[in-house]
């Protein structure tokens, strides 16, 4: 199976299925220049699973370097950054070198990030292993976090191709299916009301997560995903519907600490905010029962903890990209496949929260 992704700055392959990664010897032979050096960058978990299989499939390339980080959403750190940054120096890679992003959204955002400004900029590969990646891995965003937000030090760097392989999604942790989950739930309700029928009356619980329902999944979340970037790249429009359940997703990370919520459990609670806003908006919606049935079908969480309070989560949710001039901007939804980008005052939002505590 192979998507296009065509944005104005490139057009790349998504390489979906069993047995994908298999192709990146072919992909690197297409290559304008041969690479001179390849580094691959990972986790420990992912190293430990699947850097022996990518290292094998680049026997015979000279000079293969990897680099090894601990995993976890706190890897996302501009030191972690800057030691990947010196590594590369110090292995000699140059500006014919190649970066492959080995693993979750956590390594395809940061060693995207490397590879978009070492040198100004070296091509590199997405080689995601999580379901969540289906969206990370597609569509060009590269970042780091800060202590004063997430994903705040980036850019737009498209990678030369997507290689998915979906035999490495079988050693994902339960947490890490439902984390994933939350983003091919989003892309249904964003963009395509048939897709999320499906998913709701295929998938009553992770347990119906089969291996061809997944691929489904996946083939789909990649499509939407490719469809809306390739309309607008560097989100200036409407790339910023795919930050539905983002907003508040994003506080919660900041404020619990990152990695104490996981990125897809946020973006889901996320999505219960934002809809129940909507509904206030729109009360022909009538979504908000339906989802938080569902959500615990699949074991997201519907409340948020309290030791975060609803004022210092609207204090994170300020520093949101998306605020303009102290006005938060949220995603809201009209109806299923039908989302646009609101300014909501302060107390629309505080009042809302505070229906999430028990
Ligand atoms: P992750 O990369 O941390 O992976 C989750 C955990 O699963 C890690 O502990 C990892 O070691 C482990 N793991 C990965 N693959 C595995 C496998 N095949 N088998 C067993 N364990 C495996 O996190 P994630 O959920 O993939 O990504 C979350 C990140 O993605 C967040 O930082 C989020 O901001 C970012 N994100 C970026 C975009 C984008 O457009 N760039 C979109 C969505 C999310
Ligand atoms: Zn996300």
Redesign the pocket.
């Given at each position: 199976q192979e998507i296009i992704v065509q944005t104005d700055t490139k057009s790349y392959p998504v390489l979906l299925g069993n047995g994908a990664s298999t192709q990146l010897p072919i992909i690197l032979e297409k290559f304008k220049k041969k690479p001179s050096q390849i580094l691959i960058i990972t986790?420990?978990?992912?190293a430990n699973?699947?850097l022996a299989d990518i290292k094998a499939q680049l026997k015979g390339w000279e000079n293969v370097h990897s680099f090894v980080f601990a995993?976890?959403?706190k890897?996302?750190s501009f030191e972690n950054y800057y030691a990947i940054q010196s590594y590369a120096l110090e292995k000699g890679l140059d500006r014919q070198s190649a970066v492959l992003a080995l693993?979750?959204?956590?390594?395809?955002?940061i060693a995207?990030f490397v590879a978009s400004t070492f040198m100004r900029g070296i091509p590199f590969i997405q080689i995601?292993?999580?379901?969540?990646?289906h969206?990370?891995?597609?569509?060009g965003?590269?970042?780091i976090?800060h202590p004063l937000g997430?994903?705040m030090i980036g850019s737009f760097y498209q990678p030369e191709a997507v290689l998915y392989d979906v035999n490495?999604?079988?050693?994902?942790?339960k947490e890490?299916v439902r984390?994933?989950f939350a983003?091919v739930i989003k892309h249904g309700l964003i963009w395509d009301r048939n897709f999320f029928n499906w998913i709701i009356s295929e998938i009553k619980s992770l347990d119906d997560l089969t291996m061809d329902r997944l691929l489904v999944c996946l083939e789909n979340g990649v499509k939407i995903k490719a469809e809306v970037v390739a309309d607008d790249e560097k989100e200036t429009g409407q790339r910023a519907i795919?930050n539905f359940g983002h907003t508040l997703g994003?506080a919660l990370?900041a404020a619990y600490g990152y990695g104490k919520i996981?990125?897809?459990d946020g973006v889901a609670l996320g999505i219960l905010a934002a809809t129940r806003i909507s509904e206030k908006l729109y009360p022909e919606l009538r979504l908000l029962d339906e989802l938080l049935g569902y959500w615990k079908h699949i074991g997201f969480p519907t409340t948020i903890d309290k030791s975060v309070s609803p004022l210092e989560l609207l204090d994170w949710m300020k520093k949101d990209k998306k605020t303009k001039q102290n006005h938060i901007h949220m995603v809201l939804i009209q109806e299923i496949g039908k989302v646009n980008l609101q300014s909501v005052p302060d107390d629309v939002i505080i009042e809302t929260l505070n229906e999430f505590y028990v």
């Amino acid at each position: 199976q192979e998507i296009i992704v065509q944005t104005d700055t490139k057009s790349y392959p998504v390489l979906l299925g069993n047995g994908a990664s298999t192709q990146l010897p072919i992909i690197l032979e297409k290559f304008k220049k041969k690479p001179s050096q390849i580094l691959i960058i990972t986790d420990d978990s992912v190293a430990n699973l699947y850097l022996a299989d990518i290292k094998a499939q680049l026997k015979g390339w000279e000079n293969v370097h990897s680099f090894v980080f601990a995993n976890g959403e706190k890897a996302k750190s501009f030191e972690n950054y800057y030691a990947i940054q010196s590594y590369a120096l110090e292995k000699g890679l140059d500006r014919q070198s190649a970066v492959l992003a080995l693993g979750g959204g956590v390594v395809g955002d940061i060693a995207g990030f490397v590879a978009s400004t070492f040198m100004r900029g070296i091509p590199f590969i997405q080689i995601p292993t999580t379901i969540l990646a289906h969206d990370s891995a597609v569509g060009g965003k590269v970042a780091i976090n800060h202590p004063l937000g997430k994903n705040m030090i980036g850019s737009f760097y498209q990678p030369e191709a997507v290689l998915y392989d979906v035999n490495y999604l079988k050693t994902l942790p339960k947490e890490e299916v439902r984390s994933g989950f939350a983003e091919v739930i989003k892309h249904g309700l964003i963009w395509d009301r048939n897709f999320f029928n499906w998913i709701i009356s295929e998938i009553k619980s992770l347990d119906d997560l089969t291996m061809d329902r997944l691929l489904v999944c996946l083939e789909n979340g990649v499509k939407i995903k490719a469809e809306v970037v390739a309309d607008d790249e560097k989100e200036t429009g409407q790339r910023a519907i795919l930050n539905f359940g983002h907003t508040l997703g994003h506080a919660l990370e900041a404020a619990y600490g990152y990695g104490k919520i996981s990125h897809g459990d946020g973006v889901a609670l996320g999505i219960l905010a934002a809809t129940r806003i909507s509904e206030k908006l729109y009360p022909e919606l009538r979504l908000l029962d339906e989802l938080l049935g569902y959500w615990k079908h699949i074991g997201f969480p519907t409340t948020i903890d309290k030791s975060v309070s609803p004022l210092e989560l609207l204090d994170w949710m300020k520093k949101d990209k998306k605020t303009k001039q102290n006005h938060i901007h949220m995603v809201l939804i009209q109806e299923i496949g039908k989302v646009n980008l609101q300014s909501v005052p302060d107390d629309v939002i505080i009042e809302t929260l505070n229906e999430f505590y028990v």
